[in-house]
């Protein structure tokens, strides 16, 4: 399963990062932290791994769909 | 798969850009004009026992009711409590042989200023009371006639502050300053009665008085702000539903909720010194984001267990940052 590597900066904003949540579903987890720390995820950015991974789920359920 | 993301605690106002912006001035902030000046508001650090004895020994004084005096020159004394200190209301007569005054604005200034140097004298000490604010009032007349055309007039200016609306009042607030239009009756127009507060160090030593300094905070949590303000010695600290009041370095702090946004604005009153003051608010910013950092290092903690998570590490890095690596087991 994956991780949660969250900051907590001085001046009380709080960054998070998502490891090894595989699908979409590491966006569930903006709303956890929401939860944990009584917070409004403001900006969420997507990584390099976030695209290759999608494109990879794509490339597979389309793959499986043509055979 | 990830991603990154930024979160604002809800302690913090979400848009930062509140932060050090001044509240937007609106036509409603008057030119206070000298001539305009219909009454003023002076405390005092008199006791009970010695408001009639003070009066006794003032020569060409009537005592009108209970606790209301006029002088032979126009200068109307009336005694209120205000703030817990017994408070001269100061008023220039309107009516009679006082017609004929013209400009009662400055007469109003002498005669109080002439009276307070006459009570100085009689009990050997300043009487006023050197902490407190003395306030001004200041009347303007206007071609309204109904609240209707009135509370069209303060929504046009997206007034939403008006905590009391009759057929001959309307109070307001805008930029922490006190309004109300108000007529005596209804054959009469409205007028316009703003309230200006002067600290009363600043008008003893002669200083050019300082308007009070107002901006948006980005706090939202009250306790989290009484926690930060005690952590950075303030006294007298009053508290209650929508507002904070505090003392610090001879200054008064005054937060006020703020309903549309849900932070405190902040008013500060009696500055001396302008670095020292500009010091102190970064300072507080610095304390109150360390204490949310705080808050919310206790909450993820707690809750993590109901969400069957496990804390894997935590360090503290260069810059002060908690962080947190949280097993989803």
Redesign the interface.
């Known amino acids: 399963?994956?991780?949660?590597?969250?900051?907590?900066?001085?001046?009380?904003?709080?960054?998070?990062?998502?490891?090894?949540?595989?699908?979409?579903?590491?966006?569930d987890?903006?709303k956890?932290?929401?939860?944990?720390?009584?917070?409004?995820?403001?900006?969420?950015?997507?990584?390099d791994?976030?695209y290759q991974?999608?494109y990879l789920e794509l490339y597979e359920s389309q793959h499986l769909s043509d055979n | 798969?990830?991603?990154?993301?930024?979160?604002?605690?809800?302690?913090?106002l979400?848009s930062l850009d509140a932060k050090n912006n001044k509240i937007s001035t609106k036509k409603y902030d008057l030119k206070l004009e000298k001539d305009n000046l219909r009454l003023l508001k002076v405390a005092t650090n008199f006791t009970p026992a010695q408001i009639p004895y003070l009066m006794a020994n003032l020569e060409e004084c009537t005592q009108i009711d209970a606790n209301t005096y006029q002088m032979n020159n126009g200068l109307n004394i009336h005694w209120e409590l205000y703030n817990g200190n017994y408070c001269a209301v100061l008023t220039m007569e309107e009516t009679g042989i006082f017609d004929k005054i013209t400009n009662k604005a400055q007469m109003l200034v002498k005669y109080s200023e002439t009276l307070f140097n006459t009570f100085d004298v009689i009990l050997k000490k300043n009487t006023r009371d050197v902490g407190s604010e003395e306030i001004f009032y200041y009347c303007y007349n206007t071609h309204y006639k109904t609240k209707e055309e009135l509370l069209e007039l303060l929504k046009n200016n997206n007034i939403e502050n008006i905590p009391k609306q009759t057929e001959t009042e309307i109070r307001f607030r805008v930029n922490n300053k006190n309004y109300k239009y108000i007529r005596k009756d209804k054959k009469q127009n409205f007028y316009l009665e703003s309230e200006q507060k002067i600290p009363l160090v600043n008008i003893l030593s002669g200083q050019k008085p300082i308007t009070s300094k107002t901006q948006k905070t980005n706090y939202t949590y009250k306790e989290t702000l009484i926690k930060t303000l005690n952590e950075h010695g303030a006294t007298n600290i009053i508290s209650d539903e929508f507002n904070v009041t505090c003392e610090m370095f001879g200054m008064k702090l005054h937060y006020s909720k703020d309903f549309k946004s849900d932070a405190y604005n902040l008013e500060i009153m009696q500055i001396t010194n302008q670095s020292e003051c500009e010091q102190l608010l970064q300072d507080l910013d610095?304390e109150?984001?360390?204490?949310?950092?705080d808050l919310?290092?206790r909450?993820?903690l707690e809750?993590?267990k109901d969400?069957n998570?496990r804390l894997?590490s935590e360090e503290v890095?260069d810059?002060?940052?908690?962080?947190?690596?949280?097993?989803?087991?």
């Open positions: 399963m994956g991780k949660l590597k969250i900051k907590l900066l001085p001046d009380g904003t709080i960054e998070m990062e998502t490891k090894g949540i595989k699908g979409k579903k590491c966006l987890y903006a956890v932290l929401e939860q944990l720390a009584d917070a409004k995820a403001e900006k969420i950015d997507k990584t791994e976030y991974d999608s | 798969m990830s991603i990154v993301l930024k979160a604002f605690p809800m302690g913090f979400i610095e109150y984001g360390l204490n949310i950092q919310t290092y909450k993820i809750r993590i969400k998570m894997e890095s810059d002060n940052s908690i962080v947190l690596t949280i097993d989803l087991g």
